[in-house]
């Protein structure tokens, strides 16, 4: 974020504010990764950790928001500072509602439990990993203010999208085979929905990135057109 | 020393020291008061109505007045005013806009130099300029001397209270599409023009008491004169003649002119206290 | 490092002939916001005063150092910088007021109307371009009322109705309900934000097509300063306004347009929602985000 502060205390406080959206996004990670690993090895002890891990993240939000509030109300930041705080609003809801749908994939999870042999489609793992990689960039994108890597990943959220829509016919044919699995393929497509969420919320924290190192909104917007005209850099 | 001690010496000493500036102060007062009651307690005595009336009469006669001598410095003060206040005025204006440019500063030395020069020389001088060329004493010169010496504390005076006026008023009118000439006569000087007043008439007050420079320009008339080229009387001459006459009957008229101009100069004064007062509300 | 900004053609501010603004770039107007858009505009926007190249010393000591901007007709421009960037005196440049220290010069062009104003009468141009100033500075001889008419009657104009002009002036800058009952009283007797809004009326009475305010709310408590920021939105339907403002979320607050300034150029200039939420400049963002010097 360049130099330094004048107003030592301004440039700590921003500084805790950041420190606290590195950490609540860490918890998130490891949220979906606990989530994926819970998923693929049936490890129920592992899906109830993550899920009582939710309410630490939900607590951060709430912290985190009200950090925001006091920064606008004391400090009225601008510019570069105006766009990381607004960023962070924005994201900490992002990041919240990916650690609710970790925490569903785990309540999926530990209703599996009791049926081992079930069908468990290793598209649902590749599609899985591939969010959660979504995430990790994202997060990355935003520790370094890296505009690329944010827009690349943003870019990502269509692949998912596809994969998803493409799991459907799967598991319908899935369930004309075998009508007994009904409840079980139901969750199977409840766990590939979040995982589709998960993408989109990734996006999501991926398009304010751009806005905050960039002061561009490039939300709704198609990503196709070159964005770098305007600005000189 | 504990606090409570130091506390109590601390108030000691500075009740000593009030009680001592107070002392002082009184002690400044001494001399005025006694001068005011001495003028009042010896002239009092020769204050009648034809003193105000009448003209000087030859030693012995009873029941002469200095009439002339109280006209003549009303005469030679107001002559002294339409000579002095003009160009004193303008000057300060000139010095408050210009006093940093090298002109402003060899003025403003020399309205220094001359408020310092004794009285009795800026006599001589209109007494040269004017008296030997003329070959004539007249009320002309005796208002000129006067003027000029006024002329530096008139100057003076109006510049120090001009540059009182806040540079924050200049700029507004100016702001305003007002011109300079106007902006500074308008705003500035009226703004000032309280203060200069009161300056003014201090000065005024100063010059009504002036004896020496009067001697060689104005001198004195026992008549009343016959028009402001003539000489004429004034108070302050009149009183001189009168003290160092060797008759008792012409000290005490000495006493009661002297009554009448103290009592002139105080209401003078007064005057250019109250007309600020009201001005300024 | 060349000072490359959204409003000035790059290489054109030094050495180019100052002889028409053709090469200044104009700022595109504002895009319709819908409702947001209140803030600014989409109007045609020109520039109804412009400088060109403004150079601008006292003796020795260069303060401007070749300043060129256009100034949007009927719209705010805010003008920040730190202490010394020369803001105050490119303000006083646009009246004529600069010169009026001694030692002051000034190089270069500004236009009014197309107009070049070091050729006008600098007492005709003050008239077109009002000042108001940091301290409220009514007159203290003179009553309300004669505040409002002291331009006028100064300059020797016959007012035809003098208690009409007084009143629409006062009511213009809403003072005329607090000061009715007592508009012979002594400017003196107003509170700090009332003397600064008979200021701003005593501007309006001469029927300025420009007015210049130099930190005009820097004395007054926060709600005067609402009441004069106010004011200035008021005043913008008819007027062109210039403010010089230490209060950064003052310009964010009144201004269409902000334009930076440091060590007497200008860094930057665009609209106030774009210099407030991702300035161009690195020195701008520095500067309004605190981290500077």
Not at chain 1, 191 to 200: G, L, V
Not at chain 2, 151 to 179: C, F, H, I, M, Q
């Amino acid at each position: 974020m360049g130099r330094m502060h004048t107003d030592r205390e301004y440039e700590a406080e921003l500084t805790a504010l950041r420190e606290r959206v590195l950490l609540m996004a860490a918890r998130v990670e490891e949220q979906v990764n606990g989530a994926l690993r819970a998923y693929q090895t049936q490890d129920s002890v592992l899906a109830e950790r993550v899920r009582q891990a939710d309410s630490q993240v939900d607590q951060l939000e709430v912290e985190i928001d009200g950090l925001c509030v006091q920064m606008l109300a004391r400090r009225q930041p601008v510019a570069s500072d105006l766009r990381f705080v607004t960023t962070i609003l924005k994201i900490v809801t992002d990041l919240e509602r990916i650690g609710d749908l970790a925490t569903s994939i785990c309540s999926r999870v530990l209703e599996l439990q009791g049926t081992p042999g079930a069908y468990r489609p290793s598209a649902l793992q590749d599609m899985g990993e591939a969010a959660r990689n979504m995430v990790r960039d994202a997060v990355d994108a935003l520790v370094a203010g890296d505009a690329r890597k944010a827009r690349e990943v943003s870019r990502r959220d269509q692949l998912i999208d596809e994969q998803h829509a493409a799991f459907f016919p799967i598991i319908a044919r899935q369930m004309e085979a075998t009508p007994s699995d009904f409840d079980h393929l139901m969750r199977m497509i409840s766990i590939s929905k979040a995982i589709e969420r998960i993408a989109d919320h990734a996006t999501n924290l991926a398009e304010m990135v751009v806005f905050m190192v960039e002061g561009r909104d490039v939300r709704h917007v198609h990503e196709d057109k070159p964005e770098r005209k305007q600005r000189a850099e | 020393m504990n606090i409570r001690s130091h506390f109590t010496y601390r108030k000691a000493v500075d009740r000593i020291v009030r009680g001592l500036c107070l002392l002082a102060a009184l002690l400044a007062l001494v001399p005025l008061f006694s001068v005011l009651y001495y003028v009042t307690a010896r002239g009092l005595g020769g204050i009648s109505f034809e003193f105000f009336t009448e003209l000087p009469t030859p030693v012995g006669e009873e029941h002469g007045g200095v009439a002339n001598a109280i006209t003549g410095t009303l005469t030679l003060v107001g002559l002294a005013c339409l000579f002095g206040i003009p160009p004193g005025v303008l000057a300060g204006v000139y010095l408050s806009q210009f006093g940093h440019t090298r002109l402003g500063k060899i003025v403003r030395f020399s309205a220094d130099v001359m408020s310092g020069v004794p009285s009795v020389t800026i006599g001589i001088f209109v007494y040269s300029l004017l008296v030997v060329r003329t070959k004539q004493f007249s009320a002309y010169a005796g208002g000129l001397a006067l003027a000029v010496i006024m002329l530096p504390t008139v100057t003076r005076t109006t510049e120090e209270l001009l540059k009182l006026v806040p540079e924050a008023l200049r700029e507004a009118a100016l702001g305003l599409g007002v011109p300079q000439w106007r902006t500074t006569l308008s705003v500035m000087l009226r703004t000032a023009a309280p203060g200069v007043a009161t300056g003014i008439m201090l000065a005024v007050a100063r010059v009504a008491g002036e004896t020496a420079p009067l001697l060689f320009t104005s001198f004195s008339n026992r008549f009343w004169p016959g028009g402001l080229d003539e000489p004429t009387a004034s108070l302050p001459v009149q009183i001189y003649t009168y003290a160092v006459s060797p008759y008792e009957d012409w000290h005490s008229q000495a006493w009661a002119a002297a009554l009448v101009l103290v009592a002139l100069v105080l209401t003078l004064n007064v005057a250019a206290r109250v007309l600020v007062r009201h001005r300024v509300r | 490092m060349s000072t490359t900004n959204s409003v000035v053609a790059s290489g054109s501010v030094s050495g180019a002939p100052w002889g028409s603004d053709a090469h200044l770039q104009v700022v595109p107007p504002p895009p319709s916001l819908g409702a947001l858009g209140a803030m600014v505009e989409p109007l045609h926007e020109s520039a109804k005063m412009s400088a060109v190249g403004l150079r601008a010393s006292f003796g020795a000591r260069e303060i401007l150092k070749g300043i060129s901007i256009p100034l949007y007709e009927k719209h705010v421009t805010a003008i920040i910088g730190p202490s010394g960037c020369g803001k105050s005196t490119f303000i006083r440049c646009l009246n004529r007021m600069h010169e009026v220290v001694s030692g002051a010069t000034s190089v270069g062009q500004v236009h009014l109307d197309g107009q070049d104003i070091f050729s006008m009468d600098p007492v005709r141009l003050r008239r077109r371009v009002g000042m108001v100033f940091q301290k409220p500075n009514p007159f203290p001889t003179m009553s309300i009322r004669d505040n409002v008419l002291a331009g006028l009657r100064l300059n020797g104009l016959k007012v035809a109705e003098p208690d009409a002009l007084v009143e629409r002036a006062l009511r213009q800058v809403a003072l005329w309900d607090e000061v009715k009952d007592g508009i012979h009283r002594s400017g003196l007797s107003l509170s700090g934000g009332q003397q600064q809004r008979l200021c701003i009326a005593r501007t309006l009475a001469m029927e300025p097509e420009v007015i210049l305010m130099d930190e005009p709310c820097s004395a007054l408590d926060p709600i005067a300063t609402a009441r004069v920021e106010e004011l200035i939105h008021e005043l913008k339907k008819d007027y062109t306004i210039v403010i010089v403002t230490h209060n950064m979320q003052q310009a964010a607050r009144v201004a269409d347009y902000t334009a930076f300034f440091y060590m007497g150029e200008l860094i930057e200039h665009d609209r106030t929602d774009v210099i407030f939420t991702r300035p161009a400049q690195q020195r701008t963002e520095d500067y309004i985000t605190g981290r500077f010097g």
